[in-house]
């Protein structure tokens, strides 16, 4: 079985910084592209940052410039670091990832159960 576990929520107050892990473990072959997506309160789940394997990086227009998304392989781990923060990006953060299970063709997608980012004013 695969687990995706994401740390690194918190209280932030506007204008400061975090730093979001998800860490992917169990019996992993490989995995292919990586994403953070985050759900506010009374809003549907929407997609913040992607990363494939090979590094390439997208993002939603609201974060870009203040969100970076990066990923090391070695540790099976995609980060995304928060900088200026603001009250908006209030909400659960959710990993996403396309993993190839050892024994098993294809991929299946898997998600975290999420961590909370409250940013205040």
């Known amino acids: 079985q695969v687990q995706l576990v994401e740390s690194g929520g918190g209280l932030v107050q506007d204008g400061g910084s975090l730093r979001l892990s998800c860490a992917a473990s169990?019996?992993?072959?490989?995995?292919?592209?990586m994403a953070w997506y985050r759900q506010a309160p009374g809003k549907q789940r929407e997609l913040v940052a992607r990363i494939t394997s090979g590094g390439k990086t997208t993002y939603a227009d609201s974060v870009k410039g203040r969100f970076t998304v990066f990923r090391d392989n070695a540790k099976n781990t995609m980060y995304l670091q928060i900088e200026s923060p603001k009250p908006n990006d209030t909400a659960v953060y959710y990993c996403?990832?396309?993993?190839?299970?050892?024994?098993?063709?294809?991929?299946?997608?898997?998600w975290g159960e999420g961590t909370q980012v409250t940013v205040s004013s």
């Open positions: 996403y990832a396309l993993i190839s299970i050892r024994g098993r063709a294809g991929t299946m997608p898997y």
């Open positions: 169990g019996n992993i072959w490989n995995i292919n592209d």
